[in-house]
């Protein structure tokens, strides 16, 4: 978990955040051990910009990776992060209901929640 938490805390300094300047980072871990990253990418066109969440998904589904184990989320907030319904609606068709995803923040604060 913590090897997992880090990558995402260091994969979000690379977000592209022009328009929210909300910065995020997840890590997902396959059950062969890999570990894919990501970051949000904006889009003038708002509703274009992927969250940091499918981009680390998209990453492994497109490196031929379809087994996850858990996976990290990290922004500079209060309470851990919550991914959108978007982010969601994708973890529900890839991850297993009860695959573990780890909420947290820059205080490592650490919410642990199932899909
Ligand atoms: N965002 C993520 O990347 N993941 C989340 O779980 C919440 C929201 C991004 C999308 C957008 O770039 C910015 O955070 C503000 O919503």
């Known amino acids: 978990m913590k090897t997992l938490i880090a990558e995402a805390e260091k994969v979000r300094e690379l977000a592209h955040t ?14 062969s051990g890999k570990i894919f990253t990501g970051c949000n990418i904006e889009n003038a066109a ?16 497109s490196s031929g990776e379809t087994n996850f184990k858990e996976m990290a989320v990290i922004a500079d907030t209060k309470r851990p992060v919550p991914p959108c319904g978007s982010c969601r609606q994708v973890m529900s068709e890839f991850f297993d209901p009860s695959m573990k995803v780890y909420l947290t923040n820059l205080s490592h604060d650490i919410k642990t929640v199932s899909v």
């Not at 940091?52 to 998904?57: F, G, P, Y």
């Open 46 to 61: 708002y509703p274009v910009t992927c969250c940091a969440e499918r981009v680390a998904i998209f990453k492994a589904i």
């Open 18 to 31: 022009p328009y929210s300047n909300f910065k995020v980072g997840a890590a997902l871990r396959t059950t």
